[in-house]
């Protein structure tokens, strides 16, 4: 019996055995419009598995890791998905919310420009615009890219938009950078001839926090133990099968949004480069790294926020499926 077979059993006695328990609503906020990396949410929904746990999950549009933040420390979403320095930063400053699992083991920030623009490093940004609305998680990470490049925060300047006005704002040079995950490059090419599209993965030059994480806050943890619990077997065994589905995953994504199916594969087929890593190899995929997430709050702090008390408080790996969803690859 193969890995693979023995974490479905389990995952199966596990819900069987709460499928006669009180069904437990969860408002489940995303991080941002709707992309190829939010289709395992709609797998699970069409195959009945968050039911088949207990779970009611409503799946709320988000507006950024910002805000996302904000919705679960006052209690409007109970688990959502947040660039992992986010959150570090808000309980920091009081928030009451914790890192309850990874979703993209790399982290994928990027700035996407047009290749005649004479940017060839992070360090050109110095006097360029840059597009991105202001609550993304890439606004809010920019000091502490910043200084790691050797840049001032303020030697950028920055244009606010909408989330989903990112590939119009290069394309019309609105900005002369955007900033947007690498797994948007799909959409950007819509925008900007493929040939003529530049781009820089942030953690290429030595960024080493981690990326998407699920967030919960501190209320829904002490209530809702088993909840939160359930809820990461599912979702964990949803992205375990959607990266191994990826056009019929994107087909049941597309019976709940209207999408082009195309860009969509080719955005979730990017996506599944950031599994791609020893770590989930190894340990599973939402596996949290202490030394990493170490490096993770050191990277808040070089911003000057000041971090109290003890990495632990800011993350909690209890509730990671056990077996793990060993990503291979």
Not at 73 to 88: F, L, M, N, W
Not at 129 to 147: E, Y
Not at 165 to 178: E, H, I, Q, S, Y
Not at 283 to 310: H, L, W
Request: with cysteine; proline share 6%; aromatic share 12%.
């Amino acid at each position: 019996m193969n890995r693979r077979m023995v974490a479905a059993l389990v995952f199966a006695a596990a819900m069987t055995a709460g499928a006669f328990a009180q069904t437990t609503k969860i408002n489940f906020q995303l991080n941002w419009k709707i992309s190829g990396d939010h289709a395992p949410y709609y797998v699970a929904m069409e195959k009945g598995w968050f039911k088949d746990a207990g779970l009611d999950v409503n799946v709320m549009i988000g507006q950024g890791s910002g805000f996302t933040v904000q919705m679960v420390d006052t209690g409007k979403a109970d688990i959502g998905i947040s660039d992992a320095p986010v959150p570090i930063e808000g309980r920091a400053k009081g928030a009451n919310i914790k890192i309850v699992g990874i979703i993209f083991d790399k982290h994928p920030n990027c700035m996407f420009f047009w290749k005649d623009s004479g940017i060839t490093k992070p360090q050109d940004l110095k006097g360029k615009t840059v597009a991105v609305p202001a609550s993304d998680g890439h606004k809010v990470m920019w000091p502490a890219f910043a200084q790691l490049i050797g840049l001032n925060p303020d030697d950028v300047k920055f244009v606010n938009i909408e989330p989903t006005a990112k590939p119009a704002a290069l394309g019309t040079r609105k900005a002369d950078v955007v900033f947007e995950l690498y797994t948007g490059k799909p959409f950007m090419e819509k925008a900007v001839p493929a040939d003529k599209l530049g781009a820089i993965i942030w953690a290429d030059y030595g960024f080493n926090a981690y990326a998407h994480s699920y967030i919960a806050s501190d209320s829904f943890i002490a209530s809702n133990p088993e909840a939160l619990r359930k809820f990461l077997q599912v979702v964990y065994r949803a992205w375990d099968y959607t990266l191994n589905n990826i056009p019929e995953a994107i087909s049941i994504l597309s019976k709940y949004h209207p999408i082009n199916r195309d860009d969509f594969v080719a955005n979730l087929t990017s996506v599944r480069e950031f599994f791609k890593t020893d770590r989930y190899r190894n340990f599973g995929i939402g596996y949290i790294d202490p030394a990493r997430m170490n490096d993770t709050i050191n990277i808040v702090k070089e911003k000057g926020i000041e971090i109290k008390g003890v990495p632990r408080d800011y993350y909690n790996p209890d509730f990671l499926p056990n077996p793990p969803f060993k990503f291979n690859f």
